[in-house]
């Protein structure tokens, strides 16, 4: 005759009940260390044209800026993270490409009470050539943020975008003439 013994129920409890009396790491400090990293939608899309240009045929290049990657580094009760980051941008040639442009973006630390508290400006030169479509990845490593007394990295953000001229501005506000 065959049977299948059934666990002991109480048994069983009192195994588990000592794991549960292990203090569990506070969910704070494990996923929480980091500054909130965000692309700023108004900035994540550059055309850049002829001067003057408004049709499809006028555009040198598109680009926009993928989703980041963040690395930071947070000692518990420090006073300030350094944060690293990857940052993908995504460029597409036009009608009008020839020679190298530059795409300018930054990296800015927003505190708790949405103040800007740094900001850094880098610029990336694409070189001239046929190829259509490539993407850059960008490393931006040492972004320190100082912490204000009682506040955590969590409570901060890092914006990421393309610093734009008052007419990339516009015409990232309007349709674009040529997507990403």
Do not use: W
């Amino acid at each position: 005759e065959y049977s299948m013994r059934r666990p002991n129920f109480f048994a069983s409890l009192l195994f588990v009940a000592p794991l549960a009396a292990c203090g569990a790491p506070d969910i704070n400090q494990i996923s929480q260390t980091c500054p909130a990293l965000s692309i700023l939608a108004q900035a994540s899309e550059i055309t850049k044209t002829r001067p003057g240009g408004l049709a499809s045929d006028d555009v040198i290049l598109a680009a926009e800026i993928l989703p980041l990657t963040m690395a930071c580094s947070y000692q518990f009760g420090d006073t300030d993270v350094t944060v690293n980051l990857s940052v993908p941008i995504r460029v597409r040639r036009g009608p009008a490409a020839g020679e190298a442009q530059a795409l300018n973006y930054f990296v800015a630390v927003v505190d708790p009470n949405g103040n800007m508290v740094s900001k850094r400006l880098f610029a990336h030169n694409v070189p001239a050539g046929n190829a259509p479509v490539g993407t850059i990845i960008e490393y931006v490593n040492g972004t320190n943020i100082g912490l204000a007394q009682n506040q955590q990295p969590y409570e901060y953000q890092v914006l990421v975008g393309f610093q734009l001229t008052a007419d990339e501005y516009v015409r990232n506000q309007a349709e674009p003439l040529l997507r990403p």
